[in-house]
């Protein structure tokens, strides 16, 4: 597709609002959140719900502190993570809208202590994740200098670009570190004061703050995590273990808030409603995906498959959103085309709550409900209402007739993947089966299904099934990590 038409048909205008569930209930949403916490063991989750500007769902479930057994309240406090990226970016187009900066203007122009490679990246490049910059964190997530600003930049000056500037997506810190300096240098203003003075305050925020594990902070979630991180692959066991995070005030353009469901729903109210940023065209350029140098989009994952200013997109005809991310526990959807927002936030490293907030805002616009098959990748579809009308246990002999017909027209083993996640995710557990049973069957040698299987067959209860089957992916791939640390834990049983 090219450029042009790719910006027109994916940027995330404002178009007519699309129609609601005006039924859509609180129990329904509880329902669906509680099924959601039981299934990912998660200890506290809070929720914000706008529709129309008005915050028609405020809520919180769970124990904020484990040790002690603290409830949940709408004043718990819980770490943001990444998601500060998006007050970043509504930092940098505020610069933008008082004429400081411009997003294609080169780095260069800004900072006079740079690589001469890096002077001609732009602002933009930087902010998308799109710069090829090496990394200032290292495979397990910790700053290569520590706490010491200065010898993090000594060592990652010191590394190669990892590819060229807009060639594809990577996930990296170094850009906003500098983009950090850039609002320091441009404002006369720490980072964190801009922020506070030009956002927190003018929003009204109460709850809202810089800080770490190592601050004390009132009315703390704090943060709890089943996973560790081995030489750069993350490793899910059984333990509940406390999540220690650091962020130095150099990393605070990257990571640091602390906030509320509640107050990061004011914020986006501010936001929309001209508080934060006067010009709604710059809210679309701030939510306009970054074009990389083949004209495709890249993002974080399949679902946020676009990189914008400090939030990820989702790139699709049509519900698309803007979605921060941050710590695999907390995200945050807009939807402009819906006039809904959606806010989740929860203590437990690991959720990735951005891959259930579609289901959330499927309780209130009825196009987006998880019945009519949507999020789903377009391909399986065809497969799903026919098994939908004969039921999933005839999902061979469908997939037989089905290749007979059009062999090109089935979907591939990463959407029948998707599909049997979704399914679990959905609690439904026999169907989900089906599918990754069948994706094993067509896709005898690939090892990602055979885990898959093993993964929602363990889910299911089914200990053998689940053996024999991370067996056969090991036998597939020696390296899955997954497969040996789960197999090790259900032989141990």
């Given amino acids: 597709m090219k450029v042009a038409a790719l910006i027109a048909g994916l940027c995330l205008a404002f178009p007519v609002w699309a129609q609601h569930n005006t039924s859509a209930s609180h129990d329904d949403l509880m329902a669906l959140l509680q099924q959601r916490m039981a299934q990912q063991q998660i200890p506290a989750l809070q929720v914000a719900v706008i529709e129309h500007g008005k915050v028609v769902e405020l809520a919180a479930l769970g124990t904020a502190n484990v040790e002690n057994g603290v409830p949940a309240t709408n004043d718990s406090v819980f770490s943001i993570n ?41 602002i933009r490049q930087l902010m998308t994740h799109t710069s090829g910059l090496p990394n200032i964190i290292d495979e397990q997530e910790n ?20 590819f060229a500037p807009g060639e594809r997506y990577r996930y990296n810190q170094t850009g906003y570190v500098l983009i950090g300096k850039i609002i320091e240098k441009l404002s006369g203003e720490s980072f964190v004061q801009f922020v506070e003075n030009h956002q927190f305050k003018p929003a009204g925020l109460k709850h809202t703050r810089f800080g770490d594990s190592s601050d004390v902070v009132a009315h703390s979630a704090g943060a709890y995590t089943y996973s560790r991180n081995e030489g750069g692959k993350w490793l899910t066991g059984t333990r509940l273990a406390i999540a220690y995070v650091t962020f130095p005030a150099y990393f605070r353009p990257a990571a640091g808030i602390l906030s509320t469901a509640g107050d990061i729903a004011q914020w986006l109210q501010a936001l929309q409603g001209g508080k ?17 140098n083949n004209g495709t989009t890249q993002g974080p994952n399949d679902l946020l498959n676009g990189s914008a200013l400090g939030w990820p997109v989702t790139v699709r005809g049509a519900h698309r959103a803007a979605g921060p991310i941050g710590g695999m526990r907390s995200a945050f959807f ?11 936030l929860t203590n437990l490293q690991g959720v990735n709550p951005e891959l259930f907030i579609d289901d ?30 004969r039921g999933f246990e005839q999902a061979p002999q469908v997939w037989a007739e089905f290749q007979a017909r059009d062999a090109q027209a089935l979907p591939g083993e990463e959407a029948l993947n998707v599909w049997g996640y979704k399914l ?24 990602n299904a ?14 053998q099934g689940a053996i024999a089957n ?23 049983r």
Wanted: glycine share 6%; net charge negative.
């Fill in 360 to 389: 959330i805002a499927g309780l209130y616009v009825p196009a987006m409900h998880p019945s009519t098959g949507f999020g789903l990748p377009p391909e399986v579809l065809p497969l799903r209402t026919a098994l939908l009308q």
């Fill in 143 to 162: 700053l290569l200098g520590g706490e010491n600003e200065a010898l993090s930049w000594s060592k990652v000056k010191a590394l190669p670009f990892e």
């Fill in 424 to 447: 679990s995710s959905q609690q439904q557990l026999p169907q989900a089966l089906a599918i990754l049973r069948l994706n094993a069957s067509v896709h005898p040698a690939s090892w």
């Fill in 470 to 492: 991370y067996g056969k992916s090991l036998a597939l791939n020696a390296g899955n990590s997954h497969a040996s640390e789960r197999l090790r834990a259900l032989q141990a």
């Fill in 334 to 344: 807009v939807y402009p085309e819906d006039a809904l927002s959606v806010v989740v």
């Fill in 276 to 292: 934060l940023l006067k010009d709604k065209a710059s809210l679309q350029a701030m939510w306009s995906p970054y074009v990389l």
């Fill in 82 to 122: 990444s998601c500060t990226k998006a007050f970043t970016g509504v930092a940098v187009m505020q610069l933008v809208e008082a004429g400081k900066i411009k997003l294609g203007d080169p780095i260069g122009l800004y900072l006079d202590d740079l690589p001469p490679a890096w002077r001609a990246l732009t």
């Fill in 450 to 463: 055979y885990d898959s299987l093993a993964e929602i067959l363990e889910q299911a209860g089914d200990r």
